[in-house]
């Protein structure tokens, strides 16, 4: 009797031990050879970080118990020429970026860098960067972390070829001028000096910077790397910023991961939200301004 139960205990602990290394082992090669039901499983984890970022954004839209809109920015599959182009994050696909910029350069009047140019900025890369198009396209650039927040990144980028620029400043347009800000110097609070922008314009504007100017954005944002503990809400910002024209805020400081969204774009009071990075990965996109008109144009 004895040796019989030592049996059946035995057996019972062989078959959980081939029962654990078989599915390590099964799981390791579905895995490596993303074969069945490796792409079921991807697929289910993405839906429920999607799920759990549709309640962060709930979440974000209700803080104060007003309504952000979820606006849209419809999609072109071919560059209307002399477009001007929001790139953010671009170091998360460096390849692909290069690729689409030598593809399209000659639609482009001008590109803006929304912050994460590079990875590891060196005084090569940005005079390289100064001088990659050999046409009339201007570069402009809103520093991110990166690229400013470093002591040693920030000495590289002022005495680049675009380090001689007064932040914030203006573009002049035709029809909405655009400022670029350095967020990054002011620990993603939004300066007082493009506060003064906004409430003496006479027009509609565009403030092109990197991380995102007011705390219900923040389940966006790449990283809180530099972020004030002061960040203000979206009641705040209007109050100081209180225009009677439209502001659309282009952020860069996104798009970096799956789990974040290609582009997001939220309205609320005459403030527009346009969240857009590039994360190397499928759906990646730019921004695109012609005109009065947004459009978004996938890169990969």
């Avoid at 690229?147 to 990144?153: E, I, M, T």
């Avoid at 029809?175 to 939004?190: A, D, Q």
């Avoid at 439209?246 to 970096?256: L, M, P, R």
Wanted: net charge negative; glycine share 6%.
């Amino acid at each position: 009797l004895w040796d019989l139960n030592f049996l059946k205990k035995k057996l019972l602990l062989t078959l959980l031990f081939s029962f654990i290394f078989g599915s390590f082992c099964f799981g390791f090669f579905t895995g490596v050879k993303q074969t069945f039901p490796y792409n079921w499983i991807k697929d289910s984890y993405l839906l429920a970080h999607k799920a759990l970022y549709v309640f962060q954004d709930l979440k974000a839209k209700t803080t104060d118990d007003e309504f952000w809109e979820i606006c849209t920015i419809p999609e072109v599959e071919a560059l209307p020429f002399d477009s001007t182009i929001f790139v953010g994050h671009a170091y998360g696909a460096p390849e692909s970026v290069e690729q689409f910029l030598r593809s399209n350069q000659a639609r482009l009047a001008r590109v803006i860098f929304t912050g994460d140019v590079f990875g590891i900025p060196s005084a090569k890369k940005w005079k390289d960067l100064a001088n990659f198009f050999q046409t009339t396209t201007e570069i402009h650039i809103a520093p991110g972390n990166h690229d400013f927040q470093r002591s040693d990144s920030r000495d590289v980028f002022l005495q680049s070829p675009f380090g001689n620029k007064s932040y914030p400043y203006i573009i002049p347009m035709d029809h909405t001028p655009i400022v670029i800000e350095n967020s990054t110097s002011s620990n993603w609070l939004v300066a007082q000096s493009v506060i003064d922008l906004i409430n003496l314009s006479d027009t509609d504007l565009l403030i092109a910077r990197h991380n995102v100017p007011v705390k219900e954005l923040l389940a966006y944002a790449n990283s809180r790397a530099g972020q004030s503990q002061a960040l203000e809400g979206f009641q705040e910002l209007k109050q100081a910023a209180n225009s009677d024209f439209f502001v659309t805020w282009v952020i860069g400081d996104s798009g970096a991961f799956e789990q974040l969204p290609r582009l997001a774009c939220f309205e609320r009071d005459g403030h527009r939200f346009i969240l857009n990075g590039v994360g190397g990965m499928l759906g990646d996109s730019v921004l695109v301004a012609k005109g009065k008109d947004l459009f978004s144009f996938k890169i990969n």
